[in-house]
């Protein structure tokens, strides 16, 4: 693999790895207030749909990605409701949510556009443009360095930047604020959250909305960034894989990245080498586009047991009287 394969194939990697950090991020926030959200997958794929319908007809990806955002909040209200308000089970409410998001984007889908459950392809000021930072061309013949910048850090849209960015914001305000700190006691602790007269369905319920708000970033990245509209059951599994990756990150946003730069990798590597031969032997395409869900399994599989997720995790909060 020369220098310039290896540059195109991390520029996919980040480019994949987006979408997943930013639901894991999501999930991160919502497990650490002890509300576990299965859901990401359908808040992602509602939030797809969404931002690319509304970006077709208004033609803006910025109104399309605020419709995204959107959508997926509502979301993340019927499952505070369910989970927090009424107390119901969390994996539930998520599962509930995933079904309700499939079957509704293809339903509306078909209903807006009469294109068997997909949105017309998007160009334009409807997608999120590539940019291109200061000097990138300049430094390109710089050796080494020169093609890291302008083409591995440079040319991403303006989501892929927004989402390195949360990274280390997310970390600040989990460690490094008073709302961080309230915010992972009520999922360590809500008892002595609310002993202390800070409300725990309030916390609760804002983790869900950040929740909801980086799901639809991660969904509308999928439909406007990644690709040119929405097609039925696009999120993939993403949601799912980004759990695994909450798991093996154990729940810490530095770590998250790591993980979703790995499975990153893995889908890059997947869509990139396809019927590998291996002297007379080749690998099926159908084994490299499995590779990041068998990858997920064995993650779980092996680090379930070393990661310990918030002690009230998944169990609604009953004020003693």
């Not at 987006?18 to 576990?36: K, Q």
């Not at 392809?121 to 360095?145: K, N, Q």
């Not at 969904?219 to 993939?236: I, R």
Request: hydrophobic letters at 55%; one cysteine or more.
């Amino acid at each position: 693999m020369d220098f310039a394969t290896l540059l195109q194939l991390l520029d996919s990697t980040v480019r994949l790895a987006t979408p997943l950090l930013l639901a894991c991020l999501a999930g991160l926030f919502s497990e650490r207030a002890g509300v576990f959200d299965i859901g990401l997958e359908g808040k992602m794929l509602i939030s797809a749909f969404f931002s690319a319908a509304v970006a077709f007809m208004t033609g803006s990806v910025w109104l399309g990605l605020l419709a995204g955002i959107a959508s997926s909040m509502v979301m993340s209200l019927i499952h505070g409701l369910a989970s927090i308000t009424f107390r119901g089970n969390q994996l539930i409410s998520g599962v509930a949510i995933n079904f309700l998001a499939s079957g509704l984007t293809v339903l509306v889908a078909q209903d807006w556009f009469s294109q068997g459950g997909r949105t017309p392809s998007l160009t334009g000021a409807a997608r999120f443009s590539e940019i291109t930072l200061p000097l990138a061309e300049t430094l390109r013949p710089v050796p080494f360095l020169g093609p890291i910048y302008a083409d591995l850090i440079s040319g991403h849209s303006a989501l892929v930047y927004m989402a390195f960015l949360i990274v280390p914001l997310s970390w600040w305000v989990l460690f490094r604020t008073r709302f961080g700190l309230r915010l992972r006691a009520v999922g360590e602790a809500p008892e002595a959250v609310d002993t202390a007269g800070v409300s725990v369905i309030r916390l609760r319920y804002t983790a869900v909305l950040i929740c909801g708000v980086l799901c639809g970033l991660a969904g509308a990245y999928l439909a406007t960034g990644l690709q040119a509209g929405f097609v039925k059951e696009m999120t993939a599994g993403r949601g799912f894989i980004a759990l695994a990756a909450l798991i093996f990150a154990k729940w810490r946003p530095w770590y998250a990245l790591s993980a979703c730069l790995l499975f990153g990798l893995l889908q890059a590597l997947a869509l990139r080498y396809q019927n590998i031969d291996l002297g007379g032997f080749t690998i099926p395409v159908q084994f490299m586009d499995a590779l990041p869900y068998i990858l997920t399994v064995v993650i779980l599989a092996g680090f379930v047991g070393k990661a310990i997720p918030p002690r009230a995790g998944g169990e609604p909060y009953v004020k003693e009287r």
